[in-house]
């Protein structure tokens, strides 16, 4: 146990640190990350930025981020500006700080797993109590569950993911809408891979006309290829902008990472380029895996949920034998699979053949092993 003997305060006695396995092998799709470099234009733009701003090191940063906020404002539309937007060091940090004004002690926020295992650990950070609300079978969440559950426990704050990670399943804005109706409270939208949603998918961001209460978080690490620059924002009221400004820390965001962030937007649509293309390696993952009688999340996100194995930890660790890194979100007989390269998609699913060779599975299929000879 991380810091056994010392007196940690109770609610965080015992836990342990968010993390992943970071195993070397020559195919990692465990942790989401974009599997394209930035173009050279692109990193000769930041390379640049970062330059320029080296020279004035000696100074601190814009506290507030205006230029890197009206850049990410005008990225985003709807009708955005500078007062509607908030930047931090990744979108784990804006939540952390949504958390710290609108959560604490003597409140509670409310999730619906499987979600992102990173909202519990946050509560838990912020001495935010944490409720587990319910999904359907088939990880769907409905509207009228989805308020029933708000109203009846009445939580501070509502943690909505769409699309949601580890099922890659994108919500309805209906369900947004029937929880906003409800909840007494501040409802945060993790819109982290929103970028990769199929075409028809509506984002949250065009409801917050109206809704003061509604929050959208988003991050750069995903689509813009952006996870080492650690940059996420959200999209809310100027009040919320306000709010969290109670609690962010002195000149939070640094002079490089805001310069290269701001570089990154100013070439957002290069960056973009590689979205299509992760997008249709994650298409073709879901119906290959579908081919092989494995039981599929439909995904809008740039990852694939996949089962159900009878063990999920053996499967992981045949894969991880034959060279391939996949994730073990802790779902029992499922695994989650990032959408990478065409060649990194073929290495997974050579792997997979193998294993399903192998191992024990259920699916609805239940397809004649013979099939992957």
Sequence with gaps: MSGAGLPIRAGLRGRTPYGAPQPDVPVRLNTNENPYPPPDEVAAAIEKALGAAVRDLNRYPDRDALALREDLARYLGHGRTAAHVWAANGSNEIQQQLLQVFGGPGRRALGFPPAYSMHPLLAAGTATAWLDGRRSPGFTLGPESAA????????????????????????????????????????????????????????????????????????????????????????????????VQLVRLPYHLSVLTQAAARAALAHAPALLGTVEAIKAQRDRLVATLTAYGLAVAPSDANFVLFGQFADGPAAWRALLDRGVLVRDVGLPGWLRVTAGTAAETDAFLAALTGVLREQPWTGPGQPDREEYA
Excluded: W
């Design 148 to 243: 029933a559950q708000v109203a009846e426990h009445r939580p501070d704050v509502v943690f909505l993911c769409s699309p949601n990670n580890p099922t890659g399943t994108a919500l309805p804005l209906a369900v947004v809408e029937a929880v906003l109706a409800v909840a007494p409270g501040i409802v945060i939208v993790d819109e982290a891979y929103a970028e990769f949603a199929r075409p028809g998918t509506a984002s949250a961001l065009s409801l917050l006309d109206g809704h003061e209460r509604l929050v959208v978080t988003r991050t750069m690490s995903k689509a813009f290829g952006f996870a080492g620059g650690r940059v996420g924002y959200l999209a809310g009221s100027p009040k919320v902008v306000g709010a």
